[in-house]
């Protein structure tokens, strides 16, 4: 069974910093990707940053340059980086993965770490 767990989040002031982890049930490289998402009530699940397979990483606009993904296989741990937070990086932090089988996609959510930056 696939399970992914955040931890990391917190209250912090603008331009502080904060680092989450999300700790895997599976060897990393079994995954076809792993990233982080946030969401804030009333509105959908948003794409933050993640890496595909060793392709390297990507991120959203609104955090190049101040968030970074990485990721520590012999722990299967994949680290985000906040930094110079602002309030509208306030939110909840889900950390995905996803499994590829015979070309079938599947996603895995952790429970979520939430994250408020006060200004």
């Known amino acids: 069974q696939v399970k992914v767990v955040e931890s990391g989040g917190g209250l912090v002031q603008s331009g502080g910093s904060l680092r989450l982890s999300c700790a895997a049930s599976?060897?990393?490289?079994?995954?076809?990707?792993v990233g982080w998402y946030r969401q804030t009530p009333g509105n959908e699940r948003d794409f933050v940053a993640g890496?595909?397979?060793?392709?390297?990483?990507n991120y959203a606009d609104s955090v190049k340059g101040r968030f970074s993904i990485s990721r520590d296989d012999p722990t299967n741990t994949v680290y985000l980086q906040m930094n110079n937070l602002k309030p509208e990086d306030s939110a909840t932090y889900y950390c995905?993965?996803?499994?590829?089988?015979?070309?079938?996609?599947?996603?895995?959510w952790g429970q979520g770490t939430h994250v408020t930056v006060s200004s």
């Open positions: 599976q060897f990393l490289v079994d995954y076809f990707a």
């Open positions: 995905n993965a996803v499994t590829s089988t015979d070309g079938h996609y599947k996603n895995y």
């Open positions: 890496i595909i397979g060793n392709s390297g990483t």
